[in-house]
T-cell receptor
Framework: KAGVTQTPRYLIKTRGQQVTLSCSPISGHRSVSWYQQTPGQGLQFLFEYFSETQRNKGNFPGRFSGRQFSNSRSEMNVSTLELGDSALYLC????????????FGNGTRLTVT | GESVGLHLPTLSVQEGDNSIINCAYSNSASDYFIWYKQESGKGPQFIIDIRSNMDKRQGQRVTVLLNKTVKHLSLQIAATQPGDSAVYFCAENRHSSASKIIFGSGTRLSIRP
C-alpha cells in the first residue's frame, strides 16, 4: 500500500508570492491533516479535512488555506508569503477512528527568500 | 496548560544497549498515545501506539510503557542500532480529530559506535 505522497518535495519562493502544496493520502484514508514543522516551534497543526470539509483549523492567519477533493486528495495554499513561512509542511492521513494514528508524508520543504 | 513534554532533548546511547526515551503529559483526559520516529529529511514515521486502558505494549524491538498515575510515557528500544538514530516524538490524542493530537518537542537519539 502506498504511503502519503506530497509534492513537490522542495520549493523556493520569494516574499509576496503564493504557493500550493499537494497531498495524496493513503488509499482508504478520508481524513487529511496538515502540519507546519519548524526548529523553533515543532509540529504545529494547520487544519484537518474530512469528506471535503474543513473540520478543524489551527491558529494560523487566513493566508493559510486548504481544500480536499472528492478522492480525498488535499491541497494547501499560502498566499502573500513571508520569510517566517519557511518550514517543512507535512501532510498526514488517517482512518476516521478514534484510535487511529496519523501517517505522515515526507513533507514539502518551503524556503521563502 | 496542555502540553506534552520530553525529559531530555538529546540522548546518546552505545550501540547494542537499550534506549529509553521519556515523555510527560499533562491532560488526564488523554486516552491514546503514539510514538513517532523522524529521520533527517523524512516525515514522522509511526512506531507504536497505546490506549489508556493498557500499561504496556510491545512491538518489534520497541516497548511503550504508560503510567497514568504520574502521566508518564516511555519508549524503550532494545539493542539500539545505528538506524535508530532519529528524533522521537510522543503524541497524545484526546479526540478523534487531528487537531486534538498534541506533539512533544522531540528527543534526538544518537548512537555511539
Amino acid at each position: 500500500k502506498a504511503g502519503v505522497t506530497q509534492t513537490p518535495r522542495y520549493l523556493i519562493k520569494t516574499r509576496g508570492q503564493q504557493v500550493t502544496l499537494s497531498c495524496s493520502p493513503i488509499s482508504g484514508h478520508r481524513s487529511v491533516s496538515w502540519y507546519q514543522q519548524t526548529p523553533g516551534q515543532g509540529l504545529q497543526f494547520l487544519f484537518e479535512y474530512f469528506s471535503e470539509t474543513q473540520r478543524n483549523k489551527g491558529n494560523f492567519p487566513g493566508r493559510f488555506s486548504g481544500r480536499q477533493f472528492s478522492n480525498s486528495r488535499s491541497e494547501m495554499n499560502v498566499s502573500t508569503l513571508e520569510l517566517g513561512d519557511s518550514a517543512l509542511y507535512l501532510c498526514a492521513s488517517s482512518l476516521e477512528r478514534r484510535d487511529s494514528p496519523l501517517h505522515f508524508g515526507n513533507g514539502t520543504r518551503l524556503t521563502v527568500t | 496548560g496542555e502540553s506534552v513534554g520530553l525529559h531530555l532533548p538529546t540522548l546518546s546511547v552505545q550501540e547494542g544497549d537499550n534506549s529509553i526515551i521519556n515523555c510527560a503529559y499533562s491532560n488526564s483526559a488523554s486516552d491514546y498515545f503514539i510514538w513517532y520516529k523522524q529521520e533527517s529529511g523524512k516525515g514522522p514515521q509511526f512506531i507504536i501506539d497505546i490506549r489508556s486502558n493498557m500499561d504496556k505494549r510491545q512491538g518489534q524491538r520497541v516497548t511503550v510503557l504508560l503510567n497514568k498515575t504520574v502521566k508518564h510515557l516511555s519508549l524503550q528500544i532494545a539493542a539500539t542500532q545505528p538506524g535508530d538514530s532519529a528524533v522521537y516524538f510522543c503524541a497524545e490524542n484526546r479526540h478523534s480529530s487531528a487537531s486534538k493530537i498534541i506533539f512533544g518537542s522531540g528527543t534526538r537519539l544518537s548512537i555511539r559506535p
